[in-house]
T-cell receptor, first 112, second 115 residues
């Protein structure tokens, strides 16, 4: 079983569209994250949720909205997609007793 | 504020040679340090982590790293490179201890292994 799974893995869409990326973790972790990896492979935190509560919200356009229906899920919805949103988006999770963040396989988003 | 600097965006070694990937950190709190590996078109896999226990940390696939506080370094090594080690390697520091923090990543080092 995949510990942190995200769908879809590849997504090609047109500018202006709205899209969602779903993430689920089966590790029983309390904290979930979204990271963005740009074209230069640079990784940066976008959001962090702990027990469905928003903890970290970095400087991200309002077009990006995370939603956590329960502790095991953290979805990312993006409105009005722009060319610059093309990137790899990683979901991740961490437990309250540990200090390791586990990453999903990534979602490759291409906006054309 | 925490930060990570990886020296060398690209390192090339011959198969069987020593692998040394450099990472220096800056942290206002006792650091938790990590090395992750990313194979092409795949996610991030944890190689090893330092969380204030032993300064020499052993990880998966024969990799290890040594925490040196005096040098603020956490370099990754492997005695003998294998072709399958070719990947992107990321050093990261937690912005605070424990799971509530998030990772601050370096810019990555691409490791190439020549036959």
């Amino acid at each position: 079983d995949t510990a942190v799974s995200q769908t879809p893995k590849y997504l090609v869409t047109q500018m202006g569209n709205d899209k969602s990326i779903k993430c689920e973790q089966n590790l029983g972790h309390d904290t979930m994250y979204w990271y963005k990896q740009d074209s230069k492979k640079f990784l940066k935190i976008m959001f962090s949720y702990n027990n469905k509560e928003l903890i970290i919200n970095e400087t991200v356009p309002n077009r990006f909205s995370p939603k956590s229906p329960d502790k095991a899920h953290l979805n990312l919805h993006i409105n009005s997609l722009e060319l610059g949103d093309s990137a790899v988006y990683f979901c991740a999770s961490a437990g309250s007793s540990g200090n390791t963040i586990y990453f999903g396989e990534g979602s490759w988003l291409t906006v054309v | 504020a925490q930060s990570v600097t990886q020296l060398g965006s690209h390192v090339s070694v011959s198969e069987g040679a020593l692998v040394l990937l450099r990472c220096n950190y800056s942290s206002s709190v006792p650091p938790y340090l990590f090395w992750y590996v990313q194979y092409p078109n795949q996610g991030l896999q944890l190689l090893l982590k330092y969380t204030s226990a032993a300064t020499l940390v052993k990880g998966i696939n024969g990799f290890e790293a040594e925490f040196k506080k005096s040098e603020t370094s956490f370099h990754l090594t492997k005695p003998s490179a294998h072709m399958s080690d070719a990947a992107e390697y990321f050093c990261a520091v937690s912005d605070r201890g424990g799971s509530q923090g998030n990772l601050i990543f370096g810019k990555g080092t691409k490791l190439s292994v020549k036959p």
